[in-house]
């Protein structure tokens, strides 16, 4: 092989490391096996900016201006890792004075709000998903009762 040509590479992740979740828009996914994802699981990526903001007290303008840039994944990726952070920070806190509320408790409390509009979205597709079976059922039913069309031409024997 000569120097100037570059070996594909193929990564392939580790796909036991990870649980199945739920991304923002309702569709299936892979994540993280760890506390702070399962709360994010299913949010939205602006209720993943209002959480992360409530829990570093930095401003939703701010990281915005930070991480807009990147595609939402990759938002969503570092808005997680600056929650764990965020968490580990309180959870030292709490080690030294007992009055701190753990980061974990304290994310709890933060995701709540999200968690029910979450919740109602769930809702709602669901019961979307069940209007559209409903109705393939009731139009393969009608589909069967029609009576078979004559082909055009040909007699009847």
Do not use: W
Not at 1 to 9: I, Q, R, S, T
Request: proline fraction near 3%; glycine fraction near 8%.
């Amino acid at each position: 092989m000569a120097d100037n040509e570059a070996k594909a590479v193929e990564i392939k992740p580790d796909l036991d490391k990870y649980v199945n979740g739920i991304s923002g828009s309702g569709k299936r996914t892979k994540r993280a096996d760890d506390p702070v994802a399962a709360a994010l699981d299913g949010f939205t990526l602006d209720e993943t900016y209002g959480v992360a903001s409530r829990m570093t007290d930095i401003t939703q303008k701010d990281l915005k201006e930070k991480y807009g840039h990147l595609n939402v994944g990759m938002q969503r990726m570092n808005l997680g890792n600056r929650i764990r952070g965020a968490v580990a920070k309180l959870d030292a806190a709490h080690e030294q004075d007992k009055a701190v509320v753990p980061g974990l408790k304290t994310l709890e409390f933060e995701c709540q709000k999200p968690a029910e509009a979450r919740a109602k979205r769930i809702k709602a597709a669901e019961a979307e998903a069940a209007k559209k079976a409903a109705d393939a059922a009731a139009k393969a039913e009608a589909k069967a009762k029609a009576p078979a069309k004559k082909a055009k031409g040909k007699k009847a024997a």
